[in-house]
Nanobody, 120 residues
Framework: VQLQASGGGLVQAGDSLRLSCAASGRSFKSYSAGWLRQAPGKEREFVARISSNGVSRYADSVKGRFAISRDNAKNAVYLQINTLKPEDTATYYC???????????????WGKGTQVTVSS
């Protein structure tokens, strides 16, 4: 599976963005998928994930502002980001096939990131 994220950019606080992730491979629809982000100087963090049948989970820091969705017919997963804040500035990574390792989830497939920069 190959993943290609897009949709990032330079926006102002309060704006919205929709990130897209295009996946190759027929098996994608059977995998969980998600988004992680990494801000400058910080560790990579979980943002949201969605199961193969559409059940979603979010980091507490983004609940109510972010929405993850997927379209298995298009082999795509999306991240709608509303009311952007400067602290949302990060490189956003699309991932697929999550695997539990104790209390943590690791991801088998990673896309190159897309940069989101939010100005105040």
């Amino acid at each position: 599976v190959q993943l290609q994220a897009s949709g990032g950019g330079l926006v102002q606080a309060g704006d919205s963005l929709r990130l897209s992730c295009a996946a190759s491979g027929r098996s994608f629809k059977s995998y969980s998928a998600g988004w992680l982000r990494q801000a400058p100087g910080k560790e990579r963090e979980f943002v949201a994930r969605i199961s193969s049948n559409g059940v979603s989970r979010y980091a507490d820091s983004v609940k109510g502002r972010f929405a993850i969705s997927r379209d298995n017919a298009k082999n795509a997963v999306y991240l709608q980001i509303n009311t952007l804040k400067p602290e949302d500035t990060a490189t956003y990574y699309c991932v697929a096939q999550g695997m539990w390792n104790g209390d943590n989830m690791s991801w088998r497939y990673w896309g190159k990131g897309t940069q989101v920069t939010v100005s105040s």
